[in-house]
């Protein structure tokens, strides 16, 4: 039997909400607006990817806005909007094309519903306590976009003045990503049309920030000079697609754990084992910073679409290792369907659907949630909680450490591998496994039998 840690502490709104000045004073009105993004969220914070086409028969921002409730159930407390822009249909990819292919960066697609649906989503994800980020896509823009005509000295070109697709730096060769149109960033003009738009979200939308794709191809000055000035207007919060720790130095406050990620598909493949961890969690102490924040996943949309389900990618380890991306210092993410045990590769240029039936995963985050919301051993932010790694008799096999802080603790012990093991951990103290309320009381000498993909949470009195 898992084991699984539930919390008694009472979940707490996140923020009171208040209202902010903008310049639509129908607006103003009509959103209920939390307070600025805060550090403290940060700590505490379940990120939650919603893709909208996708996650209801609808596919629509009213569909989606009617569960947000729902999410609150699960400790979410931002929420991720896959781009909500209109999509070319210039070499569009499959009937409906990529999200990513964007038209106007100021406008929503229809297929979602007007912006008076996509605003009501964001009042009640505010008035739920939860913060709304956005999908920014500022290395390409689809084929119908205004600047192709209009500026297409915009847009990277080939020696014969042609428009092209995004290029592999390394190779010098097509992503194929033939649907969309790379921008050219020596040209400042562009920078400040791209950074007027990103401001209209926050100043008029009231959104709270974004999550911004492939971060690594655009150059780290124009995201310092977009967040500077999207932080002139309120504090927002930034997601880099990317695991480049010079973008964590002014513009952005979290990147992707990509790097852990594919440690865990490959540990629960058996391909690598608990040194692999051991020493990306080593190299990470030397390259960032103390208050770089990592979010932490099992699954995306890329990982879902392109690469396979979790349960594809990690076959029994999956429950171990979404409980892991909650133990371990940083932010975890929830992508649709997940917490309904989703176990199909979501189409990615056609209509497809989640189907909403509860099984073992919804009751597990939900539990996580409570217990990332109210734990401050769990805290994953700017000021996370300490992470010490436990020696084990079976180092290479079982996974332990102790997280700390405040006077709050909790132990994490996983046997990593899909086979029984018998081992001993290196720790001392009188813990409680929430899941039967016993108390156990752990010394270096302390035998523990798991079985394959076994986990343990225990927590301080």
């Known amino acids: 039997m898992k084991k699984l840690v539930i919390t008694v502490m009472a979940f707490c709104s996140l923020l009171a909400c208040k209202e902010q000045p903008g310049k639509k004073e129908k ?37 989606f806005a009617r569960d947000i409730p729902k999410l609150k159930e699960l400790g979410v407390k931002i929420i991720w909007l896959m781009p909500v822009y ?70 990277t070109q080939d020696k014969d003045g042609t428009i092209i697709d995004p290029l592999n730096p390394e190779t010098g060769e097509s992503w194929d990503w033939t649907d969309v149109a790379d921008l050219n960033y020596d040209n400042q003009e562009m920078r400040q049309e791209m950074i007027r738009d990103m401001r209209y979200w926050i100043e008029e939308e009231g959104v709270d920030g974004y999550r911004c794709d492939v971060a690594h191809q655009v150059p ?69 910073e103390s208050d770089d924040i990592f979010m932490n996943f099992t699954s995306n949309h890329d990982e879902n679409s392109w690469n396979g389900t979790v349960f594809e990618r990690m076959g029994g380890a999956a429950e171990t290792f979404a409980v892991m991306t909650y133990a371990i210092p940083g932010m975890p993410l929830i992508y649709s369907g997940q917490e309904y045990d989703m176990d199909k590769r979501l189409l990615f240029f056609e209509k497809d659907t989640i189907r909403k039936e509860k099984g073992k995963f919804y009751p597990l985050y939900e539990k996580l949630g409570k217990l990332k919301n109210n734990n401050k051993a769990l805290h994953g932010g700017k000021n996370a909680a300490a992470y010490q790694r436990l020696a084990t008799s079976e180092d290479t096999k079982v996974l332990a450490f102790r997280r700390e802080k405040e006077g709050d603790a909790l132990l994490f012990i996983a046997n990593l591998t899909d086979k029984p093991v018998r081992f001993t951990v290196e720790a001392k103290g009188v813990f409680k496994d929430y899941e039967t309320g016993e108390e156990h009381a752990v010394n270096p000498g302390t035998g523990f039998d798991f079985q394959p993909w076994e986990y343990l949470i225990l927590t301080s009195e």
């Open 27 to 63: 607006q103003q009105e009509e959103q209920s607006k939390p307070a600025p993004v805060s550090d403290d969220v940060l700590e505490t914070a379940v990120i939650y990817e919603a893709n909208i086409r996708q996650y209801s028969e609808e596919g629509s921002f009213n569909a």
């Open 86 to 155: 209109p999509i070319s249909s210039t070499k569009s990819k499959g009937s409906l094309g990529s999200y990513y292919a964007i038209t106007d960066y100021t406008k929503v697609n229809p297929e979602f519903g007007s912006m008076e649906d996509f605003r009501h989503l964001v009042k009640t994800a505010h008035d739920n306590d939860m913060y709304v980020i956005l999908d920014w896509v500022a290395n390409h823009t689809g084929w119908d976009h205004i600047w192709i005509k209009e500026h297409p000295e915009y847009y």
């Open 220 to 288: 780290v000055d124009f995201w310092e000079d977009a967040a500077a000035a999207l932080r002139e207007i309120k504090p927002v919060f930034m997601l880099a697609e990317a695991e480049q720790p010079e973008l964590l130095e002014n513009a952005f406050d979290m990147q992707y754990a990509w790097e852990g990620h594919h440690i865990m598909n490959e540990i629960a493949q058996g391909k690598k084992d608990v040194k692999a961890w051991d020493d990306y969690m080593a190299k990470n102490d030397t390259l960032l």
